[in-house]
Structure formats: structure tokens, C-alpha cells
């Protein structure tokens, strides 16, 4: 198995192993760096990150698991919890809110007086569907606000989502850093060469860290496999909603899962893909 296998000349993205290449690795942090600062208004507020523990288990034996595609905290000690979510799922809001707890009751200090300072957390949703028909801008940020002042209540707590569906700017309209990496993320699977309007240092190493060619064999392998569960799900996706059956989807997503699992894909590429529980998956 070899990248001659392949069509693409850079990975996706979207896919697990993708995304984790480009932005979850201490080789790649400066991308990470980069993405983070346009995404806040321009602004160098990241200057560099470190790493934190991705699983995360509640305070007690009976709570659920979380497991982030990408967590870090910037020199301030400021948390960035970055997810990248490849379907509509039906409570994604409620899950963004209740994966934002775990950066929020970590900084508790234990074993002496603390007086409740926070250190700001940003959860930041890349999206591959939309949740706003109505609404064609495609680049959300909510805060807790006063609703009768409108003015922000609290400005530690930051959750912003992306709509990649509705980012259709052509690269001759790329005028903003922002503009660019969601350029690069919305459409990098289908280049063959690193566009004009990118000249910007961190996309050449991005795109020289994308490129398939350059991968060791385990990382083919280890991309191959993500790639399938991706398109796996994809199709598994279209073809329930195509259908129109609810019950169609669920029975899918436990096929799909059933099947990975046999292959001995790890539960936590299983649950990214499905979106079903750890402890669904377990059962099966």
C-alpha cells in the first residue's frame, strides 16, 4: 500500500488523522499558532501553545468521557479546546457547552484557599454542515451577554463555530488571514499545488506537511484508514438522509461501527465517526 494508491495530492482535513497532522502535533504547532490568531480578529494573542491531555474523565466513575481532537493553552495559560465536527449531530450545541466544563473546573485549585480566577477558554467548532440556514455568514462568536444591555457579561468564555459549507470565496477574494485558512481548510484535499494567494511562510509549511508523498509508510497507513472512515461515514450519511429514515441512520452508524471495530480501529476514530458512545460501541 503506497500513496500511488491515492488521488489527492494533500490530505483531508476533515479526517481524523488529518487534522490531527496539521494541528495537534508540537511539529506543527506554529500552523495551530497561526490559525488560532486569525480566527481572533487578527489579533497575536497566541504567540505559542503547549499541549494538554486530549481524554478527559468527569469527577466521578459514573460520568461521561470526553475526547478532544486538539486541546492547548497559549503562554497566558488561556485554554483553546479545537474540534473538528464532520456531521450534523442532533445536540452539538449542548455537546460544545458541556466539553467547554472540563478546561473550566480543571483550573480549580485544590488543597488551599483559591479565589475562583479563571483563565479565558475559547471552543472553537469547524464545522462540515451548516446549523443556520437562515443565516448566510458563516463564521459565529458567542459569549455570555446581558440580554437587556447587550453587552457581554462575561468575556472568559468563548465559543465560535465555523460553517465551512458556506465559505465559497474564490481565492482571488482572499483578502484577510482568516480568509486564507479557511480557504486551506475548505478546500485542500482537492489541490494540486499551493495556490498564489497563499505565499504566507506557515502555508508553505503547511502544504509541505499535507502532501502525501511525503509520508513514512505508517503514516499511509495510518491515513488510508482514516480516509475510509471517513467516506464510509459520508456515504453512510447521504444515503440515510437520502432515505429520509431516522431509524435508517442510527442502524447505519451501528453497522458502520460494528465494522470498524472488527477491523481494530480504535473506539475513539469510531466514536469521532459515528457519533455514538463509547459505551455503545463497547456493547457491540
Not at 207 to 221: C, N, T, V, Y
Request: with cysteine; charged share 30%.
Amino acid at each position: 500500500m503506497g500513496s500511488e494508491g491515492l488521488q489527492e495530492r494533500y490530505i483531508n482535513p476533515y479526517t481524523d488523522f488529518g487534522f490531527k497532522k496539521l494541528f495537534g502535533t508540537d511539529m506543527n504547532k506554529d500552523l495551530l499558532i497561526s490559525f488560532l490568531n486569525a480566527l481572533l480578529h487578527g489579533e497575536q494573542m497566541v504567540k505559542d501553545v503547549t499541549y494538554l491531555n486530549t481524554e478527559h474523565l468527569g469527577t466521578q466513575e459514573i460520568d461521561r468521557r470526553a475526547v478532544f481532537d486538539v486541546y492547548c493553552e497559549n503562554e497566558q495559560g488561556e485554554k483553546f479546546l479545537v474540534e473538528m465536527q464532520k456531521g450534523e449531530q442532533q445536540f452539538f450545541k449542548d455537546r460544545s457547552l458541556f466539553y467547554s466544563t472540563f478546561p473550566i473546573r480543571e483550573q480549580a485549585v485544590k488543597g488551599k484557599n483559591w479565589d475562583y480566577e479563571l483563565k479565558a477558554v475559547y471552543t472553537i467548532g469547524i464545522l462540515n454542515f451548516t446549523f443556520d440556514e437562515k443565516d448566510g455568514y458563516y463564521h459565529h462568536e458567542v459569549k455570555l451577554l446581558d440580554t437587556r444591555t447587550k453587552e457581554v457579561f462575561y468575556d472568559k468564555l468563548t465559543f465560535i463555530y465555523l460553517e465551512m459549507p458556506k465559505f465559497n470565496k474564490a481565492e482571488s477574494e482572499l483578502e484577510t488571514m482568516f480568509d486564507k485558512w479557511m480557504f486551506v481548510l475548505r478546500n485542500l484535499s482537492g489541490l494540486m499545488e499551493r495556490p498564489a494567494a497563499l505565499q504566507e511562510r506557515v502555508f508553505e509549511r503547511l502544504f509541505k506537511a499535507a502532501e502525501i508523498a511525503g509520508f513514512s509508510q505508517q503514516e499511509l497507513f495510518e491515513y488510508e484508514d482514516s480516509l475510509k472512515v471517513f467516506r464510509d461515514w459520508y456515504s453512510v450519511m447521504k444515503t440515510a438522509v437520502k432515505k429520509g429514515r431516522a431509524e435508517g441512520i442510527e442502524e447505519s452508524k451501528m453497522e458502520i461501527a460494528r465494522n470498524l471495530k472488527a477491523l481494530g480501529v480504535p473506539i475513539e476514530v469510531i466514536v469521532k465517526s459515528t457519533n455514538l458512545s463509547m459505551e455503545e460501541i463497547e456493547k457491540l
